[in-house]
């Protein structure tokens, strides 16, 4: 059985798009909800148009006794580029109804206000709600994952990617230690969250299996199938007991200082952004997304090459 609906509405932003697509669409499987990013002209760069319509699709297969499982992918070329920093339908400055966190509405405020208040709901609050999902989680990755889609597919209980996936957290160029859902020691180590750090370059699905940020590296013909093969047979647990057991290691992640640490970063992560403003080349130390997409960066090498 496959159902086939497309979010558009949700409360207190208007969902028109430059694209002309529905910026969420949402189907079920035999069990299994798919969620995709819809933006693929803009290699579905998350605006909060997006994000808003990405948690209404969550909170649906949530309520959904039926769902078992929830696979969350993207249209097009790639998974995900990141947060919108310049796309037509950018709407950092448009106003909505916070779902993530109990704060004041960021339009209108100054300075560092403004972004403390954004982020904080957009960013990494949404992100911190959807890891709670009771339900499994799996990312399917293709083509890019950079920067805010790497907080996508880490919020996800499981990753699998295709061969041509690539993973980057470039935006230490802007002079920010990192995105916001600031989970790289723990998903990636120590040393190797500092070099993709340090250089902004990106690795491969195929490093990113050998360090156990993906579950599986499969070809991309075969991603689609393998995936929801996979969160089929997820979905013959009990789900109750599904539930426990992702909150079960949820816990031990948050015991190993992963909360707390995100806390700390994501004052730093503001910090960066107010000494950009200070000293007068703007919030994203003076990098834009052209900017960004043409800054130098190297894939590397995986160790069996």
């Not at 319509?53 to 992918?73: E, G, M, S, T, Y």
């Not at 920067?147 to 061969?163: H, N, P, R, S, Y």
């Not at 991309?220 to 539930?243: N, V």
């Not at 043409?294 to 090459?305: G, I, K, L, V, Y």
Request: glycine share 8%; aromatic share 8%; charged share 20%.
């Amino acid at each position: 059985m496959m159902i086939r609906t497309a979010m558009r509405m949700t409360e207190g932003i208007d969902m028109d798009t430059p694209d002309g697509d529905d910026v969420v669409t949402y189907e079920v499987i035999t069990g299994v909800a798919l969620v995709t990013m819809n933006r693929p002209r803009y290699r579905n760069a998350q605006n909060s148009v997006m994000t808003y319509a990405l948690d209404a699709a969550f909170q649906r297969a949530v309520a959904d006794d039926d769902v078992k499982v929830i696979v969350l992918a993207g249209a097009g070329e790639h998974f995900s580029a990141g947060h919108d920093i310049g796309t037509p339908g950018r709407d950092h400055d448009v106003s909505y109804d916070n779902r993530a966190v109990l704060w004041w509405d960021h339009v209108d405020k100054p300075g560092g206000d403004q972004r403390f208040a954004r982020e904080m709901e957009v960013y990494l609050g949404m992100c911190r709600r959807w890891r709670e999902i009771p339900k499994p989680t799996i990312a399917m990755v293709h083509g890019a994952c950079v920067a805010g889609g790497l907080m996508l597919a880490w919020v996800c209980d499981l990753i699998v990617a295709a061969e041509d996936a690539f993973f980057s957290d470039p935006v230490v160029r802007m002079g920010i230690p990192g995105v916001e859902y600031f989970a790289h020691p723990w998903v990636l180590g120590p040393r190797f969250a500092k070099e993709i750090l340090y250089t902004g370059d990106r690795f491969s699905a195929r490093r990113a299996y050998e360090i156990g940020m993906v579950s599986r590296v499969i070809p991309r013909s075969q991603l689609r199938h393998e995936t929801l093969s996979l969160a089929t047979r997820i979905a013959t647990m009990p789900p109750f007991g599904l539930a426990l057991t992702k909150r079960a290691v949820n816990q031990c992640e948050d015991h190993m200082g992963l909360r707390n640490g995100m806390d700390a970063v994501f004052g730093l992560h503001h910090f960066a952004h107010a000494h950009n403003a200070e000293i007068g080349i703007g919030s994203l130390g003076g990098m834009d997304a052209k900017a960004m997409a043409a800054a130098p960066s190297h894939q590397e090498s995986t160790s069996d090459a």
